[in-house]
């Protein structure tokens, strides 16, 4: 449905347990002869219990298998946290419920260069991280044989993330942006956070350009000079989301979407935190706690 409406970037995961349905379409789609392989790009990500050098070559094979690929056109580190493989579950914990993570600690370095030697294999054409913060890049840059490609990353007015999108900038690290809507539809949802959608400021400039508040908050990705990948399974939404490229917004309007945040305090909010995992000595966001 995404192909034939017109998306391109593939955004997939391990974690998404989708991409055997995903593969069957790629193989339908490719094989009509109407879209190539080349035409589109399609991302995946290594999922934390395949963090251990040994582990991210079959983790990476079982995605391209899924996906009926040869190739990806990018493959990420999901989180930087390693949690314990073998337990036959994604999100292993002990009798006490308590996250558990990898014992064999791999660090970041050897995951990333298990993830290069993707790269010269010929198995993944880039290879990036996703959810890091700036000293773990850091890490990775004075390191690395392969420069990270990108970065995905949580951003949106209400935690727009400027610090680390103009470290990503200076690194000349593509910068992704995920929850650009502000994940309307999650469950977690307290009843005192704010909805983009709904947001007055945001529902104003919407008006004043005559499209959608959802149009408005992908367009301020977009002006920002950032890639942006919006979730839907409706298919008009799905036309609405990629319906960006017959306005732009004004000064005026990313100065007011540039200060949302403040409405929800003075750094705004982060949607994703994963604050369970926090234990681990690789949680990107201990400053925030």
């Excluded at 035409?39 to 995946?44: E, L, N, P, T, W």
């Excluded at 990705?221 to 017959?246: A, H, W």
């Amino acid at each position: 449905m995404a192909l034939k409406v017109g998306y391109r970037h593939f955004d997939c995961a391990h974690l998404y347990q989708n991409e055997e349905k995903i593969g069957q379409a790629f193989f339908k789609v490719f094989n009509d002869g109407h879209i190539t392989r080349e035409d589109v790009f399609i991302v995946s990500k290594l999922w934390c219990t395949s963090h251990r050098s040994d582990h991210v070559e079959a983790t990476c094979d079982k995605t391209l298998s899924d996906l009926q690929l040869d190739y990806l056109d990018l493959y990420l580190i999901h989180w930087p946290m390693a949690f314990e493989p073998g337990k036959g579950t994604l999100f292993p914990v002990d009798d006490n419920k308590v996250p558990l993570m990898d014992t064999r600690s791999p660090s970041l370095l050897e995951t990333w260069a298990a993830m290069e030697k993707l790269v010269k294999s010929g198995k993944c054409r880039n290879i990036g991280l996703s959810n890091f913060n700036i000293s773990q890049i850091e890490e990775i840059l004075k390191n690395a044989e392969i420069k990270p490609a990108c970065l995905q990353a949580e951003s949106h007015p209400l935690f727009p993330n400027l610090e680390l999108l103009e470290f990503c900038k200076k690194n000349e690290i593509a910068f992704v942006c995920y929850s650009p809507l502000g994940s309307p539809g999650r469950t977690w949802k307290k009843e005192d956070q704010l909805s983009l959608l709904h947001d007055e400021d945001v529902l104003k400039i919407a008006q004043k350009h005559s499209v959608s508040a959802g149009q408005v908050l992908i367009r301020y990705q977009v002006d920002k000079g950032n890639s942006v990948i919006p979730k839907s399974g409706n298919l008009s939404r799905m036309k609405e989301n990629l319906n960006i490229f017959g306005f732009s917004l004004d000064s005026s309007d990313m100065d007011c979407l540039n200060n949302l945040y403040k409405k929800a305090g003075p750094n705004g909010y982060r949607i994703f935190s994963f604050k369970d995992y926090s234990h681990s000595p690789d949680y990107p966001f201990r400053s925030e706690l």
